[in-house]
């Protein structure tokens, strides 16, 4: 299968006389050899659409990382915002998530070492933007979290992210045989969201130097503390340990009553770090979801999460409510920015019936198909075929899983069995089954249970 010719990330690369592969670099005005890609926003971007290449287009994923080794070499930093220099724009070194579900899904054929380096880099400096490098990293690693009061924009969201972010750094490490005081500093870190985690309310809040929160804290405030989003958008950011924020939370039980509240809440909230409406806040009002706001990234998996509550029935439920209701054919399909791709990588997975709630781990954590059959043709020619014949409008709820003709009982699927092609076929019906994917042994992937 030839590499397909993205929208975005853009390539900017070309072909010399002599029909080697060159760029003109943005970063230092050089024609240098090698791959080169712009037009990306990482934030956006390593929740569904690189894991979306990992799965469905191994080597032009390899290209897009070379890309990202000749940025580093080219500027110092690795791109989270390139248009086509570095953008300052939203937050995170979200690069971390890309190079690690890249190389640990077995993705090879680029310059790794730099790539970890670079890592290195972010992990320990400010950039020159407030999206390069890790700005408040120096408080990130000394207090465990970027404070609330020290100038620093949008701290909570940013702890957040670095801390997911040092999670696929510490898997990286491993697999790298990096030093093992390295390994255990990104796994230390990797739980720094602990430290932001309010138990009064349940929710992730601004903490101030002092280790005092916010006060007063409004958790239906967007922006401040986090970024196009509020605390009940940013409180599942904890890709990696949903298991951790659960406990956090009280347990099963507590977790899945405040996944149920995103719901029912009215979709109310608060501009005033803005002072005016972003386009965003009206998108969440109009999709009439509660505080459900499908129409921006922070709060896309979070449909997900009720798989490492127990009750995978009411991610089933959710998943098809998004997918018929917010999305549409027409001009205006789209309930928010397409942002890169993500809203767009978020259907296509949604719609084969799995998400990958956490890249750098290799599961997708399942919902529920929304067609009796889809193929999936991956780059090496084999086939994954999704079918549900039952499904309709009404059967959206997973009755019983066979994988390759053997019963499937976990809330998800790896991606070495979709990479070695068969069949998933998924039993559908009107009514949930409240004992599959219960079981403890079929819960996706979570740090707190696994220790690793
Ligand atoms: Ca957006």
Not at 92 to 107: C, F
Not at 133 to 149: I, Q, S, T
Not at 181 to 190: M, V
Not at 424 to 444: D, H, I, L, W
């Amino acid at each position: 299968m030839p590499v397909p010719h993205p929208a975005l990330p853009r390539k900017f690369y070309e072909f010399d006389a002599q029909n080697q592969i060159v760029h003109y670099s943005p970063y230092n005005g050089k024609v240098l050899p090698g791959y080169m890609f712009t037009d990306n926003g990482f934030w956006d971007t390593f929740r569904a659409v690189f894991p979306f290449f990992t799965l469905m287009y191994p080597e032009l994923n390899g290209q897009i990382m070379e890309g990202l080794a000749n940025t580093y070499k080219e500027s110092g930093w690795l791109p989270e915002w390139a248009s086509p220099g570095h953008r300052d724009c939203m937050i995170g070194s979200n690069s971390a998530s890309l190079i690690a579900d890249s190389y640990l899904k077995g993705i090879r054929g680029y310059d790794i070492e730099t790539l970890y380096q670079a890592l290195l880099k972010n992990s320990e400096n400010e950039g020159p933007l407030s999206s390069v490098g890790r700005a408040g990293v120096k408080y990130y690693n000394e207090l465990g979290y970027v404070p609330y009061d020290v100038k620093v924009n949008e701290n909570a969201a940013r702890t957040l992210e670095y801390a997911y972010d040092d999670f696929t750094i510490y898997k990286l490490a491993i697999a790298l045989k990096r030093p093992q005081e390295e390994i255990d500093r990104f796994k230390k870190r990797s739980q720094n969201f602990r430290n932001i985690f309010d138990p009064e309310t349940k929710l992730m809040r601004g903490k101030n130097q002092d280790g005092k929160f916010q006060a007063p804290f409004n958790p239906f405030k967007w922006g401040d503390a986090f970024t196009e989003g509020n605390s009940w958008h940013y409180t599942w950011s904890v890709f990696h340990d949903v298991e951790g924020l659960a406990r956090l939370m009280g347990g099963r039980q507590q977790f899945a009553q405040m996944l149920d509240s995103v719901f029912v809440m009215a979709p109310v909230y608060d501009e005033s770090y803005y002072g005016s409406v972003i386009h965003e806040i009206r998108e969440m009002q109009i999709a009439n979801m509660g505080q459900y706001a499908h129409g921006n990234q922070p709060i896309q998996h979070m449909i997900y999460l009720y798989n490492y509550a127990g009750q995978p029935w009411k991610a089933q439920y959710w998943v098809r409510q998004v997918l018929d209701r917010l999305y549409h054919s027409g001009a205006d399909g789209y309930c928010g920015d397409e942002d890169n791709g993500q809203t767009s990588a978020w259907y296509v997975f949604s719609a084969m019936g799995f998400y990958p709630v956490c890249p750098g781990t290799d599961q997708y954590v399942l919902g529920a198909p929304l067609f009796p059959k889809m193929t999936v043709t991956l780059q090496d020619g084999k086939k994954f075929v999704i079918e549900a014949p039952d499904n309709s409008k009404t059967n959206v709820y997973t009755q019983s899983i066979t994988l390759n003709g053997k019963p499937h009982n976990a809330n998800w699927i790896s991606h070495s069995a979709i990479q070695q092609g068969g069949t998933m076929k998924v039993v559908m019906g009107k009514e949930p089954n409240k004992q599959r994917g219960t079981n403890e042994s079929a819960f996706p992937y979570s740090f707190t249970t696994t220790g690793k």
